[in-house]
């Protein structure tokens, strides 16, 4: 049990919608980073959050967004969905007070864009 | 560029064959090197984080080690069980934001 839970765990989805994917985590954590995994790749990095902000992203269009809430609960927005968005989204955290950095992942997100 | 590059994708061994698995990178300045175990549908499971060359930490049958441009992840006897994808990631130093660069990923199968 990793103790981030990610919501829901298949999606089905037609090109050109709109798809929001969540996150929590039992426990306080200093940031969330979401990350898309295609299959038979490693994850990459789409951006992270601290204390509500974004304070770093990777090569996604600005139609992935994102939003970190007070309660430890974070969210992944896809906007105009595209056939190669389809992939596993991962949300992962890392810990309060805990140096070095481990990150922390939750069981993922299966999206399918047909 | 920023750059993880694992070998070899696919390994295949009988239970018992110890083996070690490759990370080679390339970064401005390492801030950790990451290990990762995924299974199949599940997100990735923290294994190991390295700092600096020279350094070596070990779990159960899997020891990992690091030097200033590659990463080894030795397989000590192993069982059908740790069979699973291995992930190598770092995160440089400079970076924003706490990016991990991940490799493409080891496949494992491990046959009794």
């Known amino acids: 049990e990793t103790g981030v839970t990610q919501s829901p765990t298949h999606l089905i989805k037609t090109r050109g919608q709109q798809v929001t994917l969540r996150c929590s985590s039992q426990?306080?954590?200093?940031?969330v980073s979401w990350y898309q995994q295609a299959l038979g790749q490693g994850p990459q990095f789409i951006f992270q959050?601290?204390?509500?902000?974004?304070?770093g992203r990777g090569n996604f269009p600005p139609r992935f967004s994102g939003l970190q809430f007070p309660n430890y609960s974070s969210e992944l927005n896809v906007n105009a969905l595209e056939l190669d968005d389809s992939a596993l989204y991962l949300c992962?955290?890392?810990?309060?007070?805990?140096?070095?950095?481990?990150?922390?992942f939750g069981s993922g997100t299966r999206l399918t864009v047909v | 560029e920023d750059q993880v590059t694992q070998s070899p994708e696919a390994l295949r061994l009988q239970e018992g064959e110890s083996s070690s698995l490759n990370c080679s990178y390339t970064?401005?300045?390492?801030?950790?090197l990451f290990w990762y175990r995924q299974d199949p549908g599940k997100g990735p499971e923290f294994l190991f984080t390295?700092?600096?060359a020279g350094e070596e930490k070990e779990k159960e049958r899997l020891k990992a080690t690091l030097t200033k441009k590659e990463s080894f992840l030795h397989i000590t006897a192993p069982k059908p069980e740790d069979s699973a994808t291995y992930l190598c990631?770092?995160?440089?130093?400079?970076?924003?934001?706490?990016?991990?660069?991940f490799g493409q990923g080891t496949e494992l199968s491990v046959k009794p």
């Open positions: 992962a955290i890392t810990l309060k007070d805990r140096f070095p950095y481990g990150y922390t």
């Open positions: 426990s306080g954590h200093n940031t």
């Open positions: 959050y601290y204390r509500e902000e974004e304070n």
């Open positions: 970064v401005s300045g390492l801030r950790g």
């Open positions: 390295l700092y600096s």
């Open positions: 990631a770092v995160q440089a130093r400079y970076n924003q934001g706490g990016k991990l660069i």
